[in-house]
């Protein structure tokens, strides 16, 4: 995958954290402990959600 593609990639995967967080952070790394850990931030309030799946997608 070249640099460009990743980019567009990580792009897609944060707008769809903006939108609905456990989207993105399962798309990054499928089910696990982020993405449950993300489900109870997002539950917990919107906000938490979306900075913990920006982190999990950008930490990469």
Request: hydrophobic share 55%.
């Amino acid at each position: 995958m070249s640099s460009n593609e990743g980019a567009t990639t990580d792009v897609l995967r944060i707008l769809l954290a903006i939108i609905l967080p456990p989207l993105g952070v399962f798309l990054q790394v499928g089910i696990g402990l982020h993405f449950w850990l993300n489900i109870l931030l997002t539950l917990c309030g919107y906000l938490p959600g979306i900075v913990h799946a920006i982190w999990v997608i950008l930490r990469k």
